[in-house]
Nanobody
Framework: QLQLVESGGGLVQPGGSLRLACAAS????????IGWFRQAPGKEREGVSC????????DYADSVKGRFTISSDNSKDTVYLQMNSLLPEDTAVYYC?????????????????WGQGAQVTVSS
């Protein structure tokens, strides 16, 4: 069974940066696509970015294009989300999950093995 654990969340000022990590354990050969999603208080969960680790293809939500970068270190079974130029509206709990299909599609219904989430708060 695949387990995913997020880390790297925290409090940052507007314009700052954070890097989230999604570490896989268990059956780590049993995934290709990893997606990042977020859920702000009172809002639905939304897709942020996803990556196919076999061919490196990525996708981003329009709201984060040019500011966030997804990457992977396959030797560590870890996928990262580098978040720059953070805005207060980026405040949310960020989750990573395993994609069930290739290529990656930012729809939460196409993912399972969700991590527990990491809180990101952007505030002065």
């Amino acid at each position: 069974q695949l387990q995913l654990v997020e880390s790297g969340g925290g409090l940052v000022q507007p314009g700052g940066s954070l890097r989230l990590a999604c570490a896989a354990s268990g059956f780590t050969s049993d995934y290709n696509v990893i997606g990042w999603f977020r859920q702000a208080p009172g809002k639905e969960r939304e897709g942020v970015s996803c990556m196919s680790r076999r061919d490196g293809r990525t996708d981003y939500a329009d709201s984060v294009k040019g500011r966030f970068t997804i990457s992977s270190d396959n030797s560590k079974d870890t996928v990262y989300l580098q978040m720059n130029s953070l805005l207060p509206e980026d405040t949310a709990v960020y989750y990573c999950a395993r994609g069930l299909y290739t290529p990656c599609i930012l729809s939460e219904y196409l993912y399972d093995a969700w991590g527990q989430g990491a809180q990101v708060t952007v505030s002065s």
